[in-house]
DNA sequence: CGAGCGATTGAAAAGACTCAACCACCGTGG
DNA sequence: CCACGGTGGTTGAGTCTTTTCAATCGCTCG
């Protein structure tokens, strides 16, 4: 369970709606969206929803990032996507009547607002830009996962990992990538020893600073042409 | 450019419809898609749409098999999705508001219609059931990638094969599956040659039967314990 | 009949994984 | 205060899977 929040984020303040699902409402819109929604704080590494339970509703960040992630059939995670501020996540398992296809947790300490299955519906029903806007986040991240795929499939793991530190970068912005050795390898798809492996390569050609965890990049051109461009 | 077809489909007589997005329409429904809609037919191996081209509309397959796939950096497909009669594909396109991130060819001679991006699109705005399914089948394809993924990045390409051909007899039904070698590659993920080696392990394990292109299924549980179960 | 493509096979090489050991750091409890 | 245990990170060696490259085969189509 989460803990309470001491402090609650008012929608209509919260600093980074403005990027995600929730941007462009109306003042009227964000009451709404304010009235519903119930601010929840949570530690590091703390769940927030379980692949094959069932959707309560989704979830807001407001503050520290999330992994979403698969279970393999031999238990080992399989990292799909890391969220930051102002992403809402779970919001699938709310049009397809399935249970979670994934899991997500937390990857530091979060501040992370819920809104009830019921409410976000009746949102959707009546608010065709709110509306819009799931249907177009759900075509991108279809076509994101089609990237996804094919890298998987095609690049070696090298050429993973420059792409993913790209992608990173792009979720952690002006602040250093902050993940654990294990979870960069089951994002990238690899054995963790490979990882470290190739994260010593990545330094030693002056790539990327390593700060025990905290992963600068210095040379972003250079992983671009090893990894791809993110499309 | 498809070549029209001699003979035109009606959506009220179309015998794959109730399967698909357009399923329990009502009649006047049935009757303004069938208005907008054209029917082509192409030949194998014919394409329908291309990555990085603009979307005009969605294709709604009513007869053929259909490969929906990205090109690679080093130009190498790989196979996303093996769409069958009733399926309707192109329409995450509509909503990204960005050109197309797959392509789609057929894999045999087919039937397929053509609905404008706008007629589309209008009877989305205006029918609430129809904009469930399409909500509904985005989620359900986000779902199935995230699955795909993870078997990529977890699984051996012997226990992906056999995933593969499960996953494909859902899509040929009763009729043998009936890719080319290189087709079955790109879609498991695996150099041509690889696969051709799995392919005669399962023969030879008496999994399969093998006809030249078309293969048949011999024993589905044995598949399904190397490969696990399509969730 | 010859060209060409898809399918197949063999051999060698490369990439990645596994296993095992070791290190470094951190917080706890004696 | 320090020994202890645990977790996460790192390294090395050996193995195995998978790819690559090259060659051959078989079939269809013009």
């Known amino acids: 369970m989460p803990e309470k929040s001491h402090k609650n984020i008012t929608c209509e303040h919260c600093g980074v709606r403005k990027e995600g699902l929730f941007s462009n409402l109306t003042s009227g819109e964000v009451d709404d969206l304010n009235c519903h929604k119930v601010c929840n704080s949570y530690r590091k590494n703390q769940a927030i929803f379980l692949e094959g339970s069932f959707p309560r509703g989704v979830y807001c960040v407001n503050h520290g990032k ?11 995670e399989q990292i799909i996507h ?3 501020e102002g992403e809402v996540i779970g ?4 049009f397809s009547g399935d249970p979670y296809k994934v899991s997500a947790t937390t990857l530091e300490d979060a501040n992370i607002c819920f809104i009830g299955k019921d409410d976000f519906l009746s949102m959707i029903d009546t608010n065709t830009h ?81 700060h025990t965890r905290k ?9 671009i042409r090893i990894g791809g461009a993110v499309k």
Do not use: C, H, W
Not at 66 to 76: A, N, Q, R, S
Not at 176 to 191: C, K, M, Q
């Open 91 to 94: 919001f699938r398992a709310m």
């Open 66 to 76: 999330v992994k979403v992630y698969t279970i393999g059939d031999e238990g080992k």
């Open 82 to 84: 890391v969220a930051k």
């Open 215 to 223: 992963l600068t990049i210095l040379n972003q051109d250079a992983l």
């Open 130 to 210: 709110l509306r819009n806007m799931i249907m177009k986040e759900l075509s991108k991240e279809l076509g994101d996962r089609a990237q996804f795929i094919t890298n998987l499939a095609q690049k070696s793991v090298r050429e993973r990992l420059a792409f993913t530190l790209i992608l990173l970068q792009k979720v952690y912005g002006e602040e250093p990538i902050n993940l654990s050795r294990e979870d960069l390898a089951n994002f990238v798809g690899t054995a963790t020893e490979t990882l470290i492996r190739l994260l010593k390569e990545f330094k030693d050609e002056a790539l990327i600073e390593v």
